[in-house]
């Protein structure tokens, strides 16, 4: 079932870019800001390409036999977002993978354990002057650390206590008045 609804997500999604491709776009742009980006001139219409890896290295000398080493790929991203018609239009489509051999209680988050690509993060956002909505899959709200972008961290790793304590992603609709477009 949720292997259908990200399909359908995805539908929509390309749905969105054909209906863009009756529209006039005159003087398409490309280039690299943060990610490559494709956009309109007047930016009405905006797709950005970007993604990272993140290695970690970890060693234990525990004395003898015992000791132990990995070499880790602790995060791997690709994302696709931008907007589509106006900037009041928003679209972000995330997916990761990273193949972890370190120990649950070092690190017990794995984004995907056969090392595959999962989808993580696809939504709309609609804005409309300081009141915005958002609709599909996404973190959820709660603690700070845990809303920042993995790639925006101050420190290799998360804190413990955020590891053990975040809600993780969820479906569902969010919306706010006030603050703005971000």
Known sequence: MRANRRVLFIFAILAIFDAAAGESITNVQAGYHDGFYLRSEDERFLLKLGGRLDFGLQLG?????????????????????????????????????ARNDRPAAS??????????????????KL?????????????VPYGRQA????????????????????????????????????
Do not use: C, W
């Not at 993995?150 to 603050?179: H, K, M, P, W």
């Open 61 to 97: 000398f525990l004395g003898g036999s015992s000791d132990y080493g990995s070499f880790d790929l602790v995060h791997a991203k690709v994302f696709a977002g931008g907007n589509a018609f106006s900037k009041d239009v928003q679209f972000y489509l995330q997916a990761g993978a």
């Open 107 to 124: 690190f017990p988050i794995v984004e995907s354990p056969d090392g595959g690509l999962v989808l993580e993060d696809y939504f709309v």
């Open 127 to 139: 804005n409309r002057g300081s009141a915005n909505l958002r609709v599909g899959q996404f973190k």
């Open 147 to 182: 809303m920042v972008y993995s790639g925006n961290l101050q420190f290799t790793d998360r804190s413990i206590a955020t590891r053990y304590l975040t809600l993780g992603r969820d479906r569902g609709v969010s919306g706010g008045i006030g603050g703005g477009r971000r």
